[in-house]
């Protein structure tokens, strides 16, 4: 591929594949080096709200993840203790009618599965599984962009090279090597149940259960065939990575120990395969680019996942990053390509700084204990549910 219109990611999770299929739509030839030979499923569960599946479906892949994905009717609040509703958020159709898109909980396997297939069928897309970058210089033409396929080294000449490598970026470690995530002191424990094994009628939207020091998120994915659970605790193992196994019997415990209700005890029994994930973050306000490099998705802002957003946040950085990159190659634009990344950067630095601090901010009140617990549930009562959708408006009106 020549370098004049080539970019290339490093990284084929969510954020890279979707901004794989941006540039594609704006005319870039895109080179997608992905280290792991196979796209495998990470993790289980998926919340997508409308400010991300409208990217999606902008890109085409709304008839594939339509089949594919469960339109929640619904958010419920569960108050651990009493096992009782505290509020219930309405979302369905009519929360879609209002966003201009719908709100859909899927399986990550059967998102990553719908973009793979849309990227295998561009011409201008050349995915390389079993590529994993190692090294950039820059010069006047671009980046030369080094990486190992299996045991052989490579080199790909390209206009920009974009770091979508995830929270443990080897492109960010490279271009800003004190930048770290920082672990967050919680452990997501992640499963999944066929809906028929619950001893309960399955839940047909979004149930999240607050407690003391812990939550529990719970939704249908696949069609609603299986149930997805997310259990956050707090702890001090931290190790890195997505499927480190957990056993069942010590989070069952836990959540006895700590008084859960029935319902919600019965949920987490009836999971028999769990995996452990520890919380790390990116600090707020890290560099995003510098000259032809740009970062993006969870390698410049891996955030704490309790506003449901962090893949939200990389599809919109796909969007945006296309926008700006399709722009500065326009004959009228006369702008330069690190001049477009800067661009990027900047369009996107403040509204993910504040869904960082919503995730930070979500986690401490679902976590409250005692008299501050009862005061949340009371307030949240009080607003009543269309206020408390209404304050997540910002978040799910975004257009591209
Ligand atoms: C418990 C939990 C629940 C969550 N729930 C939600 C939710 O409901 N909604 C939501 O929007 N977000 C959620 N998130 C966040 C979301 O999962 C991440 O923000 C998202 O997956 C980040 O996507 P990414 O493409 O930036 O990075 P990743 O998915 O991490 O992809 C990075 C890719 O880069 C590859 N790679 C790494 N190094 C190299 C290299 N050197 N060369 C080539 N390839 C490389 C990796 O193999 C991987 O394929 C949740 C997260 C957690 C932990």
């Known amino acids: 591929m020549p370098a004049s219109r080539t970019i290339v990611i490093a990284g084929a999770g969510i954020g890279g594949l979707t901004a794989s299929l941006a540039l594609a739509a704006r005319g870039f030839r ?22 991300a599946s409208r990217v999606l479906i902008d890109l085409g892949l709304g008839a594939r993840l339509a089949q594919r994905a469960v339109v929640p009717d619904a958010v419920t609040v569960m108050n651990a203790r009493s096992g009782r509703a505290t509020v219930r958020l309405p979302l369905g159709d009519s929360a879609a009618a209002r966003a201009g ?29 079993g590529s994993a970058f190692e090294n950039l210089s820059s010069d006047s033409g671009g980046v030369t962009v080094g990486y190992r396929r299996r045991s052989e080294r490579r080199q790909q000449q390209a206009l920009a090279l974009i770091g979508a490598d995830g929270i443990w970026s080897t492109v960010r470690g490279q271009m800003f090597p004190s930048t770290q995530p920082r672990f967050s002191g919680l452990i997501a424990w992640r499963g999944t149940v066929d809906a028929r094994a619950l001893p309960q009628a399955a839940p047909l939207g979004v149930q999240l259960w607050m407690g003391p020091q812990a939550h529990l998120v719970v939704y249908p994915i696949s069609g609603g065939r299986r149930i997805n659970l997310v259990a956050i605790v707090s702890d001090d193992w931290h190790r890195e990575g997505w499927s480190a196994p957990g056993e069942a019997r010590e989070i069952r415990s836990r959540f006895e120990a700590a008084g859960w209700a029935t319902p919600a005890r019965k949920l987490i029994g009836a999971v028999d395969i769990w995996k452990r994930w520890a919380l790390f973050a990116m600090p707020d306000g890290g560099a995003w680019s510098a000259g032809t490099t740009a970062l993006l998705g969870d390698a410049s802002h891996g955030m704490l996942p309790f506003a449901a957003q ?51 901010q979500n986690g401490k009140i679902y976590h409250l204990t005692g008299p501050m617990a009862l005061a949340r549930d009371l307030a949240m009562q009080a607003l009543g549910s269309q206020r408390l959708l209404a304050r997540q408006s910002w978040v799910y009106d975004w257009r591209p």
């Open 310 to 360: 962090g893949a939200g946040m990389a599809i919109e950085d796909a969007a945006v990053l296309a926008q700006c990159l399709g722009d500065s190659h326009r004959a009228d634009a006369g702008g330069s390509v690190p001049a477009a990344l800067q661009r990027y950067a900047q369009a996107r630095r403040a509204r993910v700084a504040k869904v960082q601090r919503l995730a930070r």
């Open 101 to 129: 898109a719908p709100y859909w909980v899927i399986h990550r396997a059967d998102l990553q599965s719908a973009l793979e297939a849309e990227v295998k069928a561009h011409r201008s897309i050349d995915l390389q599984l």
């Open 30 to 51: 895109v080179v997608v080096l992905e280290k792991t030979e196979r796209l495998e499923e990470a993790g289980a569960g998926l919340q997508l709200s409308p400010n």
